[in-house]
């Protein structure tokens, strides 16, 4: 049992499981790494230097995140002059559904990659498991191209942890999806300010 379902367990009342739930989360926002996100943000500041592209990859509620992501970034830094490249993979549908359809689920991600990515490009994968095969079939591709491979990542990090250059990681028992998700929105917001005040 994780500790959201004991919460649920223990909890006599909404109001406590909401004080649970919030306590629980801040106490694994006080155990982030911060150098992990101060080396997540220098990846990406390096990135808009050069001109590269930041591709965001997730399924379900981190497809939604990668999405975000994206807009923070790449609108929301309101750089003009320089600005982020960054792109969500989730986000066309005929796409998604026609590489699905066509070569497999496992594959949604790594061809649209091979289509655009070039060397020194970024890939972010977001996913709390860390064990999605299509997002691990992107990463390994992205690696042999040599593109910059970032994982955000909750659990124990699963596979995907074992195959990103760089990891974000919120340490926390199996099926705590809900906090691993706003930790994950959390980051994207830290980083979005950040690179909007740079």
Same mark, same amino acid.
């Not at 006599?12 to 909401?18: D, G």
């Not at 808009?48 to 965001?56: E, T």
């Given at each position: /049992?994780?500790?959201?379902?004991?919460?649920?367990?223990?909890?006599?009342?909404?109001?406590?499981?909401?004080?649970?739930?919030?306590t629980y989360l801040a106490d694994l926002l006080n155990r982030l790494d911060v150098t992990e996100i101060s080396k997540f943000i220098n990846i990406i500041c390096q990135? @808009?230097?050069?001109?590269?592209?930041? %591709?965001?990859i997730g399924n379900g509620g981190s497809a939604a995140t990668a999405s975000h992501f994206a807009n923070d970034f790449s609108i929301g830094s309101r750089d003009w002059? $320089? #600005? +982020?490249?960054? =792109?969500?993979?989730?986000?066309?549908?005929?796409?998604?559904?026609?590489?699905?359809?066509?070569? *497999? %689920?496992?594959?949604?991600?790594?061809?649209?990659?091979?289509? @655009? &990515?070039?060397?020194?490009?970024?890939?972010?994968?977001?996913? &709390?498991?860390?064990?999605?095969? $299509?997002?691990?079939?992107?990463?390994?591709? &992205?690696?042999?191209?040599? /593109?910059?491979?970032? *994982?955000?990542? !909750?659990?124990?990090?699963?596979?995907?942890?074992?195959?990103? @250059? @760089?990891?974000?990681? +919120?340490?926390?028992?199996? *099926?705590? %999806? !809900? #906090?691993?998700?706003?930790?994950? /929105?959390? =980051?994207?917001?830290?980083? *979005?300010?950040?690179? /909007? %005040?740079?």
């Open positions: /049992m994780n500790t959201i379902e004991k919460l649920f367990k223990s909890a006599p009342s909404k109001e406590e499981f909401a004080e649970g739930y919030l990135a @808009q230097k050069r001109g590269a592209r930041i %591709y965001f002059a $320089n #600005p +982020i490249k960054a =792109i969500a993979l989730t986000d066309n549908v005929a796409i998604l559904t026609a590489i699905a359809n066509d070569y *497999g %689920y496992d594959d949604v991600f790594r061809l649209q990659l091979q289509c @655009q &990515a070039v060397k020194g490009d970024v890939v972010v994968a977001i996913s &709390a498991s860390g064990n999605s095969r $299509n997002l691990i079939s992107a990463i390994k591709y &992205a690696n042999e191209e040599k /593109m910059i491979t970032v *994982g955000l990542t !909750g659990f124990d990090g699963g596979e995907l942890k074992k195959h990103v @250059q @760089q990891s974000v990681h +919120i340490e926390c028992p199996s *099926g705590e %999806y !809900g #906090p691993v998700e706003d930790i994950h /929105m959390v =980051i994207d917001h830290l980083v *979005g300010v950040y690179l /909007m %005040y740079k």
